[in-house]
């Protein structure tokens, strides 16, 4: 069952989305050189406990941190460590989620640490995002779950890949409903499975976490011996984003960005719905 919201629960869950935000200005900051991916959760725990917030990360299936640090070749669920420190030219995706009043928010983006970082990274992000928000503009009353997905997919395939080739559209995770609980229906694949159908029509109160993973490579992952950290199986790198969208009456609300989408859905022709705590 896909859980529908009011408009009064979707305010909560933009209250949550700007936590979220607000964790993603603070560790976008703190990812340089020399920092380690636990300095990183701290930093999340500091903004979450600033705004009275919880942690929707933290003990999730034992899950032992509040942020996923997923770096280079890890595509998710990384698991913040002293160990993993890092350093100039790395990519790392920073995921993470806070729940305010029960109503949970989920957000995540790539990082560039220092400098050098060649082209075809550059615009593996940037795909990544593009498809992203892709996704986000395909939410319209009336259309159904699978056409969010082929908004996705038809983003990604139409990019050219540097050094030719295809983008790995990572199989094994996608995005999710959201609400008072951060992974509900419907499950939401990056690419159109023909099997699978049109899945449910998209509804005022319908909300989506939309999360692309793309990779250099393979489409393909393993999960490493701590059950957690998700790599690609050809060691190729990694992007990964992802927002919390409401549909409302009035079009999509991005939950979990600071300007509730306005800028980025006016690049696709979409008017961004008013942000309810504006």
């Not at 400098?115 to 159904?144: C, D, F, N, Y």
């Not at 190729?236 to 969208?245: F, K």
Request: hydrophobic share 40%.
């Amino acid at each position: 069952m896909v859980q529908i919201k009011t408009p009064e629960q979707i305010a909560k869950m933009r209250e949550a989305g700007l936590v979220v935000a607000a964790i993603h200005a603070a560790t976008r900051e703190a990812a340089v050189p020399g920092a380690s991916t636990k300095d990183l959760d701290e930093v999340a725990r500091k903004v979450l406990a600033e705004h009275g917030a919880k942690s929707n990360f933290l003990g999730y299936g034992g899950f032992p941190a509040t942020i996923c640090t997923s770096v280079n070749d890890v595509v998710v669920h990384g698991i913040p460590s002293e160990d993993v420190v890092l350093k100039d030219g790395d990519i790392i995706s920073i995921d993470c989620g806070a729940i305010i009043d029960g109503w949970h928010g989920d957000a995540a983006y790539t990082a560039f640490v220092g400098s050098g970082h060649a082209p075809e990274l550059i615009e593996l992000s940037r795909v990544t995002e593009g498809s992203m928000w892709a996704g986000i503009a395909a939410m319209k009353q009336g259309s159904r779950l699978v056409d969010v997905s082929r908004a996705i997919e038809t983003y990604i395939r139409r990019q050219p890949k540097p050094g030719g080739g295809r983008y790995g559209i990572i199989e094994d995770y996608g995005g999710h409903g959201i609400g008072t609980e951060m992974h509900m229906d419907p499950h939401l694949l990056n690419y159109v499975e023909r099997r699978r159908g049109k899945g449910p029509k998209l509804v005022p109160g319908f909300c989506l976490a939309i999360e692309p993973m793309v990779s250099l490579g393979t489409p393909k992952t393993e999960v490493l011996s701590d059950d957690w950290t998700v790599i690609t199986t050809d060691g190729t790198w990694s992007s990964h984003w992802e927002h919390s969208v409401a549909l409302t009456e009035e079009g999509p609300l991005v939950l979990t960005a600071p300007d509730a989408g306005k800028a980025k859905l006016a690049e696709f022709g979409i008017v961004a719905a008013p942000d309810p705590l504006a």
